[in-house]
């Protein structure tokens, strides 16, 4: 059996994800069923399988073939959507662009990706047109939703191509782009995106192909929304109600109207809707709810405790990142070891290991490593330095640091050195440090992460400033603007602390663990 209540030939569907035609192949199980649902009203299985052939076909018929890059700047759109679908049947490599960012970030990954073909929506028609400009590779550009200068419109595009099941299908791949601690962002590339999510991910709740509903929560250009709240569901044969920017209350009515079985959230979220009014909250039946899946950052074990009492059992818990998964935990494990993000199976999935690369015993803190063996492993796309940085023989590491308890379990004791995780969101500082060290005010700064009881974590930048500067509130706005000028803003710091000397290194550099510590001590106090 594919699905818990249906019986669907095996055979026959795994061809079908094989060569990226789920969504084909569940169209003609249940075509009226819905597929997706959002701001631009409903489609069925049936109509998102055809609009999917008609793009894939108009791709094919300007020259784009498999090996090739298409890249999309988009919200949450049926676009997107038809995009990823289509670029899996062509064998092409796709690339959703994060759209915080500002057109030299855009465009700085448009060429690194070799993108040939790039869509964007009209929304964001400034930082694409800048961003296009200045990529060369880019032969075919696409508006959706409104015009932008120098781009054709999509639908114009599509327009009169066939809409049934393309010949030769072959599967495509993604390529996300992370940020590296040295500042520009990497693509991580895999010659396969496996089909399949590993087992405990996929199973727990079940899924009722033509029935279940999963409330897509995040933007669709992070690898977890892009994963468990796309790919997966229509590769099983449920619809997808996607959010155009998320709202606690509105999750909650989404939830209740669409009678939402699973979705995906941050703990940021979690924080948002646990903090609406009790009222607000009992006025909304989520007895639908059966899988709410969680990961991309630490859930303090308080919030995550408050949730399971008011969802139920229903809560997941994953491990892992743009770069592959490592565990997986349920509500009732969880509760029996709170705070572990679960315990990997098969048990050498995760690796503990020092700076030699020697396995360390349970309940000693070292490196975290996860495997990644044959197809699952992956490439920093132009950056075979750190690939190789990243690997100790079949596994990778995302630089965190954790512990296994005597079970088996993994629990996570410090995030990598620099990284800062504010609401699900990978930050890391070494480009708004580059920025900030260019103000004529700023001697040295250190950009850290401290915590933040609704972010996780946020992000400060503590200065030394130039001999006859003198610190003010004036000042620390106009750093944070001036940060905020040259990068998208979720990179830039809330706040600005002053003093006297940085904590260093005998070799010079910043000790921003010590600083970081710091700060969490006098939180604590």
């Keep these: 059996m594919v699905e818990k209540g249906g019986n669907y030939d095996l055979a026959a569907w795994a061809k079908a994800a094989a060569n990226g035609m789920y969504v084909s192949y569940w169209a003609g199980i249940h075509p009226t069923a819905t597929a997706l649902v959002g701001e631009q009203g409903r489609l069925t299985f049936a109509e998102l399988n055809e609009r999917t052939n008609q793009l894939s076909r108009a791709l094919r018929a300007r020259g784009l073939v498999a090996g090739d890059a298409l890249a999309i700047l988009s919200h949450n759109s049926f676009e997107l959507v038809e995009a990823f679908l289509a670029t899996r049947r062509i064998g092409?490599?796709?690339?959703?662009?994060?759209?915080?960012?500002?057109?030299?970030?855009?465009?700085?990954i448009l060429r690194d990706c070799d993108a040939k073909v790039f869509i964007a929506a009209s929304r964001f028609a400034d930082v694409a047109a800048q961003a296009a400009a200045g990529a060369p590779s880019v032969q075919t550009r696409l508006a959706v939703g409104g015009d932008i200068p120098g781009f054709e419109r999509y639908r114009d595009f599509v327009h009169g191509f066939d809409p049934s099941d393309i010949d030769a299908p072959v599967l495509g791949t993604n390529m996300l782009y992370t940020s590296g601690t040295t500042g520009r962002p990497k693509g991580v590339e895999r010659s396969v995106i496996p089909t399949m999510a590993p087992a405990p991910i996929a199973t727990p709740g079940g899924y009722t192909a033509g029935t279940d509903l999963h409330l897509c929560?995040?933007?669709?250009?992070?690898?977890?929304?892009?994963s468990f709240s796309l790919m997966l569901p229509l590769l099983r044969g449920v619809g997808v109600v996607l959010m155009d920017g998320w709202e606690a209350e509105r999750s909650l009515q989404l939830i209740e109207e669409h009678c939402i079985t699973h979705t995906h959230m941050v703990p940021t979220m979690f924080h948002r809707l646990l903090g609406l009014p009790k009222e607000t909250r009992e006025q909304y039946?989520?007895?639908?709810?059966?899988?709410?899946?969680?990961?991309?950052?630490?859930c303090p074990v308080p919030l995550k405790r408050a949730l399971i009492d008011w969802l139920g059992p229903v809560v997941f818990e994953y491990y892992g990142a743009t770069e592959g998964i490592g565990t997986f935990?349920?509500?009732?494990?969880?509760?029996?070891?709170?705070?572990?993000?679960?315990?990997?199976?098969?048990?050498?999935?995760?690796r503990i290991l020092d700076d030699e690369g020697r396995e360390l015993p349970p309940g000693t803190a070292g490196s975290v490593y996860l495997k990644a063996p044959g197809a699952m492993r992956f490439n920093y796309y132009k950056d075979e330095a750190k690939t190789q940085?990243?690997?100790?023989?079949?596994?990778?590491?995302?630089?965190?640091?954790?512990?296994?308890?005597?079970?088996g379990f993994l629990f996570l004791t410090d995030r990598s050195a620099n990284l800062i995780i504010s609401g699900g969101v990978n930050i890391y500082p070494a480009e708004s440090?580059?920025?900030l060290l260019t103000h004529p005010a700023v001697h040295d700064v250190a950009v850290i992460g401290v915590p933040n009881d609704e972010w996780g974590e946020e992000v400060k930048a503590v200065v030394e400033l130039r001999e006859g500067q003198v610190p003010s509130q004036s000042l620390e706005r106009e750093l944070i603007d001036y940060c905020r000028s040259r990068l998208a803003h979720f990179k830039c710091p809330r706040?600005?602390?002053?003093?006297?000397?940085?904590?260093?290194?005998?070799?010079?550099?910043?000790?921003?663990?010590a600083l970081r510590e710091g700060y969490r001590r006098s939180l604590h106090k």
Excluded: C
């Design 92 to 108: 092409v490599r796709l690339t959703p662009l994060n759209f915080h960012l500002g057109a030299d970030e855009t465009g700085y």
């Design 217 to 226: 929560t995040g933007p669709l250009y992070h690898a977890a929304p892009l």
């Design 285 to 298: 039946d989520l007895s639908s709810l059966k899988f709410v899946l969680h990961g991309a950052a630490p």
């Design 329 to 350: 935990v349920d509500s009732d494990t969880w509760l029996a070891k709170p705070g572990t993000v679960g315990r990997p199976e098969p048990i050498d999935q995760i």
């Design 389 to 407: 940085a990243a690997f100790r023989g079949e596994y990778f590491t995302l630089g965190d640091v954790g512990h296994m308890d005597s079970d």
């Design 433 to 435: 440090d580059a920025v």
């Design 495 to 513: 706040s600005v602390d002053f003093v006297d000397k940085l904590p260093r290194f005998d070799n010079g550099k910043i000790y921003k663990h």
